[in-house]
């Protein structure tokens, strides 16, 4: 079982069919597949990792410790399921960007973590064409899914992953699948510690020098209409090392109507049988603020349960 490692170059060539054939499997199969050669310079890539790392020193990581020790957990004894141990702060670009209100930043880390959600973006973008293109869908489908009356979402959650006493007590970050659209993540080469689940194993993810991991979310399995999974995955902490992770979020935008695309439903063996439920983005994100670390299958279930109280149409008066 090896990870899918997946080159965006060769899809201008010869090699452009199995190339989507990898894509396609790694949706298919894993939820989950790492980019190489995917258009953002690694240059640039080693300067978004060394001002993160650099503003993770200057501004956090202290704060970090002593929140840490008033919480007493350098002794824990017992698992501690409640928390993470992460240090992270948020940036939102679409629809408007924040960058300019986040507090500690540099004006240098602003304007490159700026140009980074550019990059990002188009990424993004060409990567759900590629995937309209193996399901069989018009190209465009999934932006236009996305897209809302705004246009869709997106955010990077900017995280460190310090050294942890006690990495068997306390995760890094929890078993969750992530509510939203495709992620794109800017991992640490040298610290590990992502994992997905498959076939009931928590696999590594492999750091790799300057690749763009990839996952789906549950919007996507819904748009899909479940041929496409979002998966479980866990940051396990280390002992030694400070792990850097830059993770972005394009989902669909807050009003966008989610739901399984037609042409997946005509296809799908159970004959219009639809196993997903049509739903508001918004909506969605306020049941699963709440039951981020619990399987998804119940939540799919309750926005079917708003679902029918939705579609009951005017009340028929003749």
């Known amino acids: 079982m090896e990870f899918p490692?997946?080159?965006?170059?060769?899809?201008?060539?010869e090699e452009r069919a199995s190339t989507m054939a990898k894509i396609k499997d790694a949706c298919e199969n894993w939820g989950f597949f790492e980019l190489l050669d995917h258009g953002i310079e690694p240059e640039f890539l080693d300067t978004v990792e060394r001002m993160t790392k650099g503003h993770y020193r200057k501004c956090m990581e202290q704060r970090f410790k002593e929140m840490m020790a008033g919480k007493g957990l350098e002794n824990v004894q017992t698992e501690i399921k409640d928390l993470d141990w992460e240090s992270t702060f948020y940036l939102r670009h679409l629809p408007e960007s924040n960058i300019a209100q986040v507090p500690d930043l540099d004006d240098e880390y602003r304007k490159v973590m700026k140009e980074f959600a550019a990059k990002l973006e188009?990424?993004?973008?060409?990567?759900?064409?590629?995937?309209?293109?193996?399901?069989?869908?018009?190209?465009?489908?999934?932006?236009?899914?996305?897209?809302?009356?705004?246009?869709?979402t997106f955010g990077t959650k900017v995280s460190n992953y310090p050294p942890c006493p006690k990495p068997d007590l306390i995760k890094g970050?929890?078993?969750?699948?992530?509510?939203?659209?495709?992620?794109?993540?800017?991992?640490?080469?040298?610290?590990?510690?992502?994992?997905?689940?498959?076939?009931?194993?928590?696999?590594?993810?492999?750091?790799?020098?300057?690749?763009?991991?990839?996952?789906?979310?549950?919007?996507?399995?819904?748009?899909?209409?479940?041929?496409?999974?979002?998966?479980?995955h866990r940051v396990v902490?280390?002992?030694?090392?400070?792990?850097?992770?830059?993770?972005?979020?394009?989902?669909?935008?807050?009003?966008?109507l989610i739901?399984?695309?037609?042409?997946?439903?005509?296809?799908?063996?159970?004959?219009?049988?639809?196993?997903?439920?049509?739903?508001?983005?918004?909506?969605?994100m306020k049941l699963y603020a709440g039951l981020k670390f619990q399987a998804k299958e119940p939540r799919f279930e309750a926005m079917k349960a708003v679902e029918s109280n939705v579609n009951l149409g005017p009340i028929a008066t003749a």
Request: aromatic fraction near 8%.
């Open 173 to 232: 970050l929890r078993a969750h699948t992530d509510a939203g659209g495709i992620i794109l993540l800017f991992q640490d080469d040298k610290v590990s510690g992502l994992q997905l689940l498959k076939d009931g194993q928590w696999i590594d993810v492999p750091p790799m020098r300057h690749s763009i991991v990839i996952n789906l979310g549950d919007q996507l399995e819904v748009i899909t209409n479940g041929k496409y999974k979002s998966v479980e």
């Open 122 to 152: 188009k990424l993004a973008e060409e990567l759900l064409d590629l995937l309209c293109e193996n399901l069989g869908l018009e190209k465009g489908y999934l932006k236009k899914a996305f897209y809302g009356s705004r246009g869709p």
């Open 259 to 284: 739901y399984p695309a037609p042409a997946l439903v005509e296809k799908a063996a159970e004959q219009k049988k639809l196993v997903y439920p049509k739903f508001v983005f918004e909506d969605y």
């Open 237 to 256: 902490a280390q002992t030694d090392g400070t792990r850097m992770s830059i993770a972005s979020f394009y989902n669909p935008g807050s009003d966008a």
């Open 5 to 13: 490692v997946i080159n965006l170059e060769k899809l201008n060539g």
